[in-house]
């Protein structure tokens, strides 16, 4: 599995990204997915997930009411609009799998800055 990240950049506090998460051998239905960021000198969390339906999602407490997630599974793809930007969401942002194995590979990530 392949997962192939993209969409993030440099902006302003109080700017959007949309996010987008496309992979090649995996097919993301009938598996929940889910958006994790890393930030400098800090591990890898959970942003935010959708079930395999699309019906339910959940959101880290930070980022409620901020960040959207949501999959078009005819599209292979996932999508994480984030609006009002903060300094700390600066990370670089991956997704995969919810919840991932050892097995699961990453892929190369989309780094978000957020920077006046």
């Known amino acids: 599995v392949q997962f192939v990240e993209s969409g993030g950049g440099l902006v302003q506090p109080g700017w959007s990204l949309r996010l987008s998460c496309s992979a090649s051998?995996?097919?993301?239905?009938?598996?929940?997915m889910g958006w994790y960021r890393q930030a400098p000198g800090k591990g890898r969390e959970l942003v935010a997930y959708?079930?395999?339906?699309?019906?339910?999602?959940y959101y880290v407490d930070s980022v409620k009411g901020r960040f959207t997630i949501a999959r078009n599974d005819a599209k292979n793809t996932v999508y994480l609009q984030m609006n009002n930007l903060k300094p700390e969401d600066t990370a670089l942002y991956y997704c995969?799998?919810?919840?991932?194995?050892?097995?699961?590979?990453w892929g190369q990530g989309t780094q978000v800055t957020v920077s006046s």
């Open positions: 051998r995996f097919a993301f239905t009938g598996y929940p």
């Open positions: 959708v079930s395999f339906d699309g019906n339910d999602t």
């Open positions: 995969n799998k919810y919840p991932f194995t050892s097995y699961d590979h």
